[in-house]
């Protein structure tokens, strides 16, 4: 649901930056949006500023992401980042130099003669830190700009021509590795655009509420939740709007749930209000997962088995007799790894994009309150709404749960041994630029209590390696790697009893530590390598995070990992436990 107009619309030019610079613009309390960077310039009248995001094509590529040149007319101000400064420069007639190896990292900025008396760089200190990530240069300066900024290997790193209110930098100040990133930005929107403020996700509920009434109608409202964050807030949302009596829940026990789940969701709707029931569908989705071993094989079932239930449900009371309509709590950034808004490769299909879910959109029988808020602002309301703090604060879970989580494999396969490093051949997601990969892991033996230098090696692993795209360090195990093999597997009952537990263990002890709160998420996997006895083993994926679209591997207390390892070794039927180390990109935060 669309909050307002936005005064800022951030054009998508592949990969996941725009979600990144979007969010950062609605942190300065100013309403921003994002667009398919293609989009006609006459569709963003109205707005102050476009920025157009950095992605990873080359205006070289043939079908790379355009613009409507005519946005760079002057009505609105425009600021291109990366890619975004090179279409612009292009479109300005400058020339752009295709790169060859590329600069990615940490840069230092230098600000050249123009800079003192810049809107952008006000505020700015000379020889900040910045981060790079791109391949092309732009080599000449458009006619009508200066240039106010250069790195040591980027001789274009700022243009600007302010008369016309366009503005382009070659590296991203939407990310934390910039350290002065944020006054950037601040004073493109406020200082360049002229934009006001006009958000603060905690003023929406009252907004929120009167939007779900619109779009319901007299009809009445069904959920089917998850007990996650999104669908609780949007449940409760629309208990408000529309009163408890209008508002109807079904949790689904897919047998792939976390240990304790299904009482815990029960509990916290009972206090919420509406009605919540629980309908068990174990039997269902573990048969129909019996045969599958391909990622997006399991997510397909996954979503597929939850339409049936939720159809079946739907059927046996009644509840497209035209009375009731389907509420769900997409946020905004799920559309995006799916290809929603954008040209971006599909990476991973989320559940709740599925076909069956597709078409009652296009059937207008949904209502999905949160899809225009990132997971913070989701929080901020929910916090407003008076939900109680260890519901917001819960780490994300997917929605397709444990079985994304249980690796399978086709066959009983060997380790390749490479010294000290075993090729494991279990293959996980990762992304790399726009793209999808789906390859073997590395497993290292050396211990993971150095985990700064390993995942920075293990990124160089990945990048120069073209073979993996993830690298794990064995904790510890019963028996030694070589006498581990890769096992035939699918997604049992008994493989997920065993990573439940594992999972079990692992949240008890970091929270009992404090650790959990130190992290975004702690995805906890179990993959098919082991012993005859041991069948699989178990690799901690701690990871941190602003919002899931890039995250960073983090480093765990020795003494702690290594108790944590020792009560996972009790298991039955975990023969080694690992600690993953790489950071998203490469890797994705799950293996699937
Ligand atoms: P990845 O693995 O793509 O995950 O780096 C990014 C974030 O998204 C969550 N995730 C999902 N959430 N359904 C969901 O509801 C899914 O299919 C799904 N796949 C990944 C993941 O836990 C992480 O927070």
């Known amino acids: 649901m669309r909050p307002r107009s936005p005064q800022i619309f951030v054009l998508d030019t592949g990969g996941q930056y725009c979600h990144l610079i979007a969010r950062r613009i609605r942190e300065l309390g100013v309403y ?15 707005a102050r500023g476009i920025i157009i995001s950095g992605g990873p094509a080359s205006v070289y590529d043939e079908n790379s992401p355009r613009i409507d040149a ?5 009505k609105a101000a425009v600021l291109g980042i990366c890619y975004g400064l090179q279409l612009m420069a292009q479109a300005l007639g400058a020339s752009v130099t295709p790169g060859v190896k590329g600069e990615y990292g940490l840069a230092t900025l230098h600000l050249e003669d123009g800079a003192a ?8 200190t000379d020889a900040q830190q910045i981060w790079m990530s791109h391949k092309d240069v732009v080599a000449t300066v458009p006619s009508g700009f200066s240039r106010t900024g250069s790195t040591s290997t980027c001789a274009i790193a700022v243009i600007e021509r302010p008369e016309r209110a366009l503005y ?42 009167r939007q779900i009434r619109d779009a319901v109608g007299d009809r009445s409202v069904f959920f089917f939740v998850s007990g996650g964050v999104d669908s609780t807030v949007a449940y409760t949302l629309c208990v408000r709007a ?5 508002v109807r829940g079904v949790y689904v026990d897919t047998g792939l749930m976390r240990d304790g789940e299904t009482p815990a969701v029960e509990q916290m709707f009972a206090r919420l209000g509406g009605e919540v029931v629980v309908e068990q569908a174990s039997a269902e989705f573990l048969g129909a997962l019996a045969a599958a071993r391909d990622p997006e094989a399991k997510r397909s079932i996954i979503g597929e088995a939850f339409v049936a239930v939720q159809e079946r449900i739907i059927d046996s009371r009644h509840l497209m007799d035209g009375h009731w309509i389907l509420g769900q709590g997409t946020i905004y950034p799920d559309t995006i790894e799916s290809g929603g808004t954008s040209q971006a490769a599909v990476i991973k299909t989320h559940h709740n994009r599925v076909e069956g879910i597709q078409k009652l959109i296009a059937e207008g029988r949904i209502v999905e309150p949160l899809s225009s808020y990132y997971k913070d602002e989701v929080r901020a309301i929910g ?5 109680p703090a260890e519901y917001l604060e819960r780490h994300p879970f997917p929605g397709p749960g444990l079985a994304i989580r249980c690796l399978c494999s086709e066959m009983d396969v060997d380790l390749a041994s490479r010294g000290e490093a075993f090729l494991v051949p279990v293959r996980s997601v990762g992304v790399q630029g726009d793209f999808r990969t789906y390859a073997p892991v590395l497993a290292t033996t050396e211990y993971p209590s150095k985990t700064a230098d390993l995942q920075s090696s293990a990124t160089e692993l990945v990048n120069g390696s073209g073979e993996i795209n993830r690298v794990i360090a064995l904790v510890d195990s019963t028996a030694p790697l070589a006498a581990m093999r890769v096992w035939k597997s699918a997604v049992t009952p008994q493989r997920i009893v065993r990573l439940r537990e594992a999972d079990r263990i692992v949240r008890e002890m970091s929270h009992a530590s404090g650790f959990d709160r130190e992290i975004w998420q702690f995805p906890v996997v179990l993959i098919p390598l082991g012993t005859a006895a041991r069948p699989d083993s178990i690799v901690l994926r701690p990871v941190d995070s602003i919002d899931g679209m890039t995250a960073q591997s ?39």
């Open 117 to 124: 008396s810049s809107a952008l760089l006000a505020g700015l």
């Open 242 to 246: 529309l009163g408890p009596d209008r």
């Open 168 to 209: 382009g930098v070659q590296f991203h100040p939407e990310v934390v590795h910039t350290a002065q990133g944020q006054v950037l930005l601040s004073n493109f929107v406020f200082g360049i655009a002229g934009c006001s403020r006009d958000w603060d996700p905690a003023h929406q509920p009252g907004e929120i509420e």
């Open 70 to 74: 005519e946005i760079l007319d002057g």
């Open 383 to 387: 916090m407003q709404l008076g939900l």
């Open 32 to 46: 921003a949006e994002v667009r398919r960077s293609d989009v006609p310039a006459s569709e963003l009248e109205g």
């Open 554 to 592: 983090v480093s765990m207390d020795e003494e702690a990992l290594a108790a944590m390892a020792d009560r996972l070794l009790k298991v039955e039927g975990v023969a080694a436990v690992f600690y993953d180390l790489t950071h998203k990109p490469p890797a994705t935060i799950e293996w699937e």
